[in-house]
């Protein structure tokens, strides 16, 4: 297993800067933004696949760090009943797909993407409870009449270009826990996978190591990310928050680097488990830690992830 980053994280230095830096971390592979709400500061794909020569300029530039690309990144809501913003989503993910082809990676990255209540809504609608009843038709009317017909045509797509799509399980998008993610992949195909990001599960309550033994083989790819569940706020008000991200002392949880919202221990089996379910590729770190500068916080899980990997290989070599 590798260890690697989500490059936007340094979307302010120029990309040969960047890879620079992760390199001398010890960062061994490198996930890309390519458009939707992380943008494309180090990559846009549709500059990029205009000229042959863009393409293997772009993949010298990693290669000869001794870096791979783990992943492209677009996460956005293909969906959204803004036509402005479901084409322009839709067209980076389409986008990204193709070059992910040229560059021979194998994984995109996206959201399932949310739509409104209706054809005449204005901002996406996640419904969280069944009740009052006109909520299961909203739900049903989105999967129905929006999210499989999509996804059907864009697992396809993609399966035509040779490439994976790893969605990440979000709340505030159709697929946001394994239940979901599953029942996606069923009505679309197995091209469809997850990117495994255990901070978005914890505080829904959900337990990582379980939904990683659920998902199995449809782990496609894997980030690095940590939550921390306030014990005060939490058990006063519930996990369910909408304070912004940046009033931490009154939230119910927050995003933390790797090893502060969970020990050691945690990220042991974390690894140990991706490894029974045959996951064998990148812990991508991402950062969103506003306890940290991004530096500090991706040094600081590149250390703990060393460790964890380290002991996994050693563990491994002496079981055999």
């Known amino acids: 297993m590798k260890i690697g980053v989500f490059l936007v994280l340094f979307q302010n230095d120029p990309l040969e800067k960047a890879l620079d830096y992760v390199k001398s971390v010890g960062a061994e592979a490198v996930e890309i933004g390519t458009g939707g709400y992380p943008s494309n500061a180090h990559c846009n794909p549709e500059e990029v696949l205009k000229n042959p020569d863009e393409i293997k300029k ?17 996460h956005g809501n293909p ?3 803004n036509p402005e913003v479901a084409q322009r989503h839709h067209r980076e993910f ?16 996206t959201f399932s993407g949310c739509p409104g209540d209706s054809e005449n809504a204005k901002y996406p609608n996640w419904v969280t409870c069944p009740w009052p009843p006109e909520f299961l038709e909203i739900v049903r009317w989105q999967w129905e009449e929006k999210l499989i017909p999509y ?14 799509v790893a969605l990440e399980m979000h709340p505030g998008f159709c697929v946001y826990n394994p239940e979901t993610l599953l029942r996606l992949r069923d009505a679309a195909g197995d091209n469809i996978g997850a990117n495994f990001d255990p901070s978005h ?16 083989d449809a782990i496609f790819h894997v980030h ?20 912004p991200y940046t009033d931490e002392i009154n939230r119910s949880w927050i995003f933390r680097t790797v090893g502060y919202g969970h020990d050691l221990g945690f990220w042991k089996d974390f690894v140990s488990n991706l490894r029974l379910v045959g996951y064998d590729g990148v812990l991508s770190i991402e950062h969103e830690d506003s306890l940290m500068s991004g530096r500090e916080g991706f040094e600081k899980a590149v250390a703990l992830l060393k460790e964890v990997v380290l002991k996994e290989k050693v563990g491994a070599a002496w079981w055999v």
Not at 94 to 109: D, H, P, R, S, Y
């Open 224 to 243: 690095a990310k940590d939550t921390k569940i306030d014990p005060v706020n939490s058990l006063v008000n519930g996990n369910l928050d909408t304070k």
């Open 151 to 164: 996804w059907k045509k864009m697992a396809q797509f993609a399966r035509d270009h040779g490439v994976k």
């Open 94 to 109: 389409e986008n990204t797909i193709l070059l992910a082809e040229k560059l021979g990676v194998q994984t995109v990255i």
């Open 79 to 81: 969906l959204h009943p």
């Open 58 to 74: 772009f993949k010298e530039l990693v290669e000869s760090r001794g870096l791979e690309i783990s992943a492209l990144s677009c």
């Open 201 to 216: 599960l914890f505080w829904q309550g959900i337990d990582p190591i379980f939904a990683i033994r659920k998902l199995g």
